[in-house]
């Protein structure tokens, strides 16, 4: 099983609709968790951080569910732009108490006119 | 502007050829991290430093090497010895000491020849 695991789609879907993919981690002593966005070959940019009460940021919504091990991310009325690929990131504390961060291997979000 | 830069943006290498791929950072970060991605793949980890002098080993550092003699600066280089180079490298920063959240630098496509 892999330590984190995405959906890894394409999710199409209609502009303006809303979408969520979630992402599972295997580690219950994960620390902190990301969503980053990636366009076509181009670098990872930080979405969003995942707080344990949920957060908001404009139409994207993060949440983290601890007892299932999974994080989250809702995105209301999609645009175009939306299109990327979205990569869920665990900072997993390994065997020797050093923290690992541990990238997932995408969901690729296609937004259609 | 404060930011990570990489380069070159495309990095043509012939077979027994070494190759060093530059990352830079302003952004006064203490940890810095080389990634590779594959086509359709999630990131994996060659090699980290939290300080200057010191670095570690990541889930897939045979073949390359690293130095990190300044802050602001953690040169890769791919050896004869990584049997199949070609990928997308990026390199990364974070402030450490817990504070995980990465910012990436555009990226270097390596290819061989």
């Known amino acids: 099983r892999k330590e984190v695991e995405q959906d890894p789609g394409p999710f199409n879907v209609p502009e303006g609709a809303t979408v969520a993919f979630n992402c599972t981690y295997s580690n219950s002593a994960s620390q902190s968790f990301f969503w980053y966005r990636q366009d076509c070959r181009k670098e990872p940019k930080l979405l969003m951080s995942v707080y344990s009460s949920g957060n908001e940021d404009g139409r994207f919504t993060a949440q983290l569910n601890r007892a299932s091990q999974y994080i989250s991310l809702l995105i209301r009325d999609s645009k175009l732009s939306d299109s990327a690929t979205y990569l869920c990131v665990v900072n997993m504390r390994g065997y020797s108490s050093a923290s690992k961060i541990i990238f997932g291997s995408g969901t690729r979000l296609s937004i259609r006119p | 502007d404060g930011g990570i830069t990489q380069s070159p943006k495309y990095l043509f290498r012939k077979e027994g050829q070494n190759v060093t791929l530059s990352c830079e950072q302003n952004l006064n970060h203490d940890a810095m991290y080389w990634y590779r991605q594959d086509p359709g793949q999630g990131l994996r980890l060659i090699y980290y430093s939290q300080i200057v002098n010191d670095f570690q080993k990541g889930d897939i550092a045979e073949g390359y090497s690293v130095s990190r003699e300044k802050k602001e600066s953690f040169p890769l280089t791919v050896t004869s010895a990584q049997k199949n180079p070609t990928a997308f490298y990026l390199c990364?920063?974070?402030f450490g000491g817990g504070e995980e959240t990465q910012y990436f630098g555009p990226g270097t496509r390596l290819l061989v020849l």
């Open positions: 990364a920063s974070s």
